[in-house]
């Protein structure tokens, strides 16, 4: 054994192993007592340590006891030896009925008691002319005045815990076999015992001294340099991984962009899951007959089934802009619109819920605004729907916003995310005219829709009292972090794999 092994052994280390030199092996509880450590923990940590440089081994074994489920089963007689003190008492012989009133049995007792009975070998049962008779046989007669070899394990059993080793197998197997007598613990035994290596350390001799690992001014001034080992250290021994705490991917990916948008100015909103259809889907202009307004993609509400309108005056201006237009020099849908299918109440089924109420509440401009919140639809679970996500959407509303002031706005917010360029191409989306779909290139070269954008149009804005433009884009948080990790599956966000969580770069 290399001198430099025991050199780096410490101070721990070195009293088990002296005190394994006198037990060869043992328990690390015997151990502690043996060598009078303070804390078990000290005991098993030197001896981890002893058994990686290959010093001691450590093995575990199920050692089982046995107890009594309930201590007040030895105060009274086994079925069998009950049966047998009461066929004694009538002359070793009786018919079995008269036998089940003589011993006070139910049916369930007497068949117990009947089966140890012929088990033990203490009587039999002969069939006759007249039935059925029990008679007492010589093993039963010499039972009579001695107790059992089950009796007398029961009697040590309330008295104390009896382990595995300390009852006959037949017996305990008996026992075992009966319904509520005993109970079985199992526990794991450790057992530490020196290797060939730790008796080579033992014989070449260990000098047991106090350790320091620091020299510290008060070991200068008193002198005890002198007279401590200061360990040494092996930068090559396995340490065990820390894990430090850190925040949730997803809710480091939402922190972080709720600080991108802080910095460049904006104020954060927020609202409540339950809204009326009216500011969900109404104010935004969608028509009362739309697919998305559906009992099978909106979660509608049983209690409550309504939610209160705004004022008259804005709930006529948003039904005229649907009937006719309302001035906003549109149609409008031109269908009769109904104000009972706007109180309908639902989990909002977007932010933009929040942010065209909020609009609705600030009309006056400049206005930048944004929400992050969860939101519900009847989506299918699969690799990229859950019935439930985040959404994370802004608003700006200000005298002589335009396309390209939107365009400007989303690629810095993209761009303070990490992408390194931003695209735009043109869509449509029912509440924005212009409509366009941003997309990012990550640092990889991958390219990546990030979500949608536009300007609200009049018939959204005007109803609500807002003459400025209004410019309007939202993204959904899971999707974008699916692309940012690489990930193949929504689910995965949700699932709390550890071993991904703690491996993963914290989120700055």
Same mark, same amino acid.
């Given at each position: ?8 052994? /410490? ?7 002296? !005190? ?7 328990? @690390? ?17 030197? *001896? ?53 009133? $003589? ?108 350790? *320091? ?21 092996? !930068? ?67 209690? @409550? ?24 020099? /549109? ?21 933009? *819920? ?75 989306? @029912? ?43 939202? =993204?959904?948080?899971?999707? =974008?972090?699916? $692309? ?25």
């Amino acid at each position: 054994m290399p001198r430099d092994v025991a050199a780096e052994l /410490s101070y721990l280390e070195k009293r088990v192993l002296l !005190t394994l030199k006198e037990l060869k092996r043992s328990s @690390p509880e015997e151990i502690r007592a043996k060598g009078k450590f303070k804390e078990l923990v000290e005991v098993m940590n030197a *001896a981890s340590w002893l058994q990686a440089k290959g010093l001691v081994t450590m093995k575990e074994r199920v050692v089982r006891s046995y107890c009594l489920k309930d201590k007040e089963v030895v105060r009274k007689p086994l079925p069998e030896r009950k049966a047998l003190k009461a066929l004694l008492k009538a002359g070793g012989r009786m018919p079995v009925p008269k036998f089940r009133t $003589a011993a006070k049995f139910d049916d369930a007792e007497l068949a117990i008691a009947l089966g140890w009975l012929r088990r033990k070998g203490w009587a039999r049962v002969e069939r006759g002319p007249a039935g059925s008779l029990l008679s007492v046989t010589d093993a039963g007669r010499a039972a009579a005045d001695a107790r059992t070899a089950d009796e007398e394990v029961l009697a040590r059993m309330a008295k104390a815990e009896l382990p595995e080793d300390a009852v006959d197998p037949k017996v305990l197997k008996d026992l075992k076999s009966r319904q509520d007598l005993v109970r079985e613990r199992e526990a794991v035994r450790r057992e530490i015992s020196l290797t060939a290596a730790g008796e080579k350390i033992l014989a070449a001799g260990i000098t047991l001294k106090p350790e *320091a690992t620091l020299l510290t001014t008060d070991l200068l001034r008193d002198g005890r340099w002198r007279e401590v080992d200061f360990r040494r250290y092996d !930068t090559r021994a396995f340490a065990p991984t820390v894990w430090p705490g850190k925040r949730h991917v997803l809710s480091a990916y939402l922190e972080k962009i709720r600080r991108i948008y802080l910095d460049m100015g904006f104020t954060e909103i927020d609202g409540d899951y339950v809204q009326s259809a009216f500011w969900n889907y109404d104010a935004l202009f969608q028509p009362q007959d739309h697919p998305a307004r559906d009992a099978l993609d909106s979660f509608y509400l049983s209690q @409550p089934r309504t939610v209160p309108l705004p004022d008259d005056g804005v709930v006529r201006r948003v039904a005229d802009a649907h009937e006719t237009g309302g001035g906003t020099g /549109s149609k409008g849908w031109r269908y009769p619109w109904r104000r009972d299918e706007a109180e309908r109440a639902l989990l909002r089924s977007h932010t933009t *819920a929040i942010t065209v109420h909020w609009l609705a509440d600030h009309p006056r401009p400049p206005q930048k605004a944004f929400i992050i919140g969860r939101n519900f639809r009847r989506d299918a679970i699969d690799w990229k729907h859950l019935p439930e996500f985040h959404q994370i959407e802004g608003v700006v509303m200000e005298e002589g916003a335009n396309l390209a002031g939107l365009l400007g706005t989303i690629e810095e917010f993209y761009t303070r995310l990490g992408f390194t360029r931003v695209k735009f191409r043109p869509t449509y989306f @029912p509440y924005t005219e212009p409509s366009m779909e941003p997309e990012g290139q990550l640092p990889d070269g991958r390219w990546m829709e990030l979500g949608g954008g536009g300007i609200c149009r009049p018939e959204v804005t005007k109803p609500l009292g807002i003459e400025a433009p209004v410019l309007a884009w939202g =993204l959904g948080l899971e999707r =974008l972090i699916m $692309a940012l990790e690489g990930l193949s599956d929504i689910r995965e966000l949700y699932l709390s794999d550890l071993d991904w969580l703690r491996n993963h770069k914290a989120i700055v």
